[in-house]
């Protein structure tokens, strides 16, 4: 069993930055890539990214150039820098561990981006 925690999300302006981490603990050896989604009210659950053990990453479009994923294995945790922050970008962000047969989801953040 894996157990993530997020922690970072709050509101902010557009055109603003945050950052969230995700903190993970337990069976963390099966896991080999870890992520973040994102779901606003009415919508479904999205990409926003992923990354690998071996520092692969992922973008989902909307967010390129915008957010960088990082992680910092030490720490078995990984990072989510928010930047030129858009109202569209308000949601419930869920972080992710995934492994061979199995995913685990965070209990999720919610990011607020006011126009």
């Known amino acids: 069993q894996v157990h993530l925690v997020e922690s970072g999300g709050g509101l902010v302006q557009a055109g603003g930055s945050l950052s969230l981490s995700c903190a993970a603990s337990?069976?963390?050896?099966?896991?080999?890539?870890m992520g973040w989604y994102r779901q606003a009210p009415g919508k479904p659950r999205e990409l926003v990214a992923t990354i690998t053990n071996g520092g692969t990453t992922n973008y989902g479009d909307s967010v390129k150039g915008r957010f960088t994923i990082s992680r910092d294995n030490a720490r078995n945790t990984v990072y989510l820098q928010m930047n030129s922050l858009k109202p569209e970008d308000t949601a419930v962000y869920y972080c992710l561990g995934l492994g061979l047969t199995d995913g685990y989801w965070g209990q999720g953040t919610q990011v607020t981006v006011s126009s």
């Open positions: 337990g069976s963390i050896l099966s896991i080999n890539r």
